[in-house]
């Protein structure tokens, strides 16, 4: 007569697999963003969803002061914000303490929400569409139009990063949000003394 039950090599065997498979999904669940795949559509997804909540923002006729803290809110969700912020830093950031980054971190977010959200209140009444993406070495470039009413489109490019799976960098017309933030915040540095927590006190 046949065992139905499986033989104890086989039940060992199957315990084996079992949690060999279990771990890895355990190990999977707890992967970090930055060791997963990314793809071109999902870089344009994410920017999708950042460009439907910008235009509603935009034509949301908030006062300013609430716009911005929607545009605040939008940056914290899609960008890269700590990495943004190293790097306008630039070279201070390596001798910065972890309190110091993260506190001209939260500064330089309400600070940039403040200037782009400036710029993208010119577009009320018109929209940004999202029409292509490039996948560049480790970053996608995803390619938007900003259609403004009787005016010609200009172009905003989103960049991507497949590290995090969040947006590094924002050009507007060519011009790279990052490079005249460097730029800019290095200048503010220099009038600061090099002191990081005056520059601080004066992005808040």
């Known amino acids: ?9 086989a039940l060992l065997a ?7 498979a279990l771990a890895g ?46 545009f605040e809110k939008t940056l914290s969700r899609y960008a890269d914000m700590p990495n943004i ?7 201070s950031a390596r ?10 971190t939260s500064a330089f977010q309400g600070y940039i929400a403040r200037k782009y959200g400036s710029r993208f209140r010119e577009f009320i ?15 996608y470039d995803v390619s938007c139009a900003a259609i403004l009413r009787g005016e010609a489109p200009f172009a905003i490019s989103f960049i991507v990063a497949d590290k995090s799976g969040k947006f590094i960098d924002l050009a507007i017309e060519g011009i790279s949000l990052l490079k005249s933030e460097r730029a800019e915040i290095g200048a503010l540095l220099d009038k600061a003394g090099g002191n990081i927590d005056t520059l601080t006190a004066r992005l808040s």
């Open 95 to 104: 001798s910065a303490s972890s309190a110091q980054l993260n506190a001209f």
């Open 25 to 70: 999904v355990a190990a999977l669940t707890a992967m970090p963003r930055s060791a997963l795949a990314f793809s071109s559509a999902e870089a344009e997804a994410l920017i999708t969803k950042a460009v439907a909540d910008i235009n509603s923002i935009i034509n949301s006729g908030k006062s300013e002061s609430n716009m911005y803290r929607d």
């Open 85 to 91: 912020a190293r790097s306008a830093l630039g070279p």
């Open 1 to 9: 007569m046949n065992n139905m039950f499986p033989s104890r090599p």
């Open 125 to 139: 009444g018109g929209k940004i569409e999202v029409q292509r993406t490039q996948k560049i070495n480790s970053i």
């Open 14 to 20: 199957r315990r084996k697999f079992l949690t060999s």
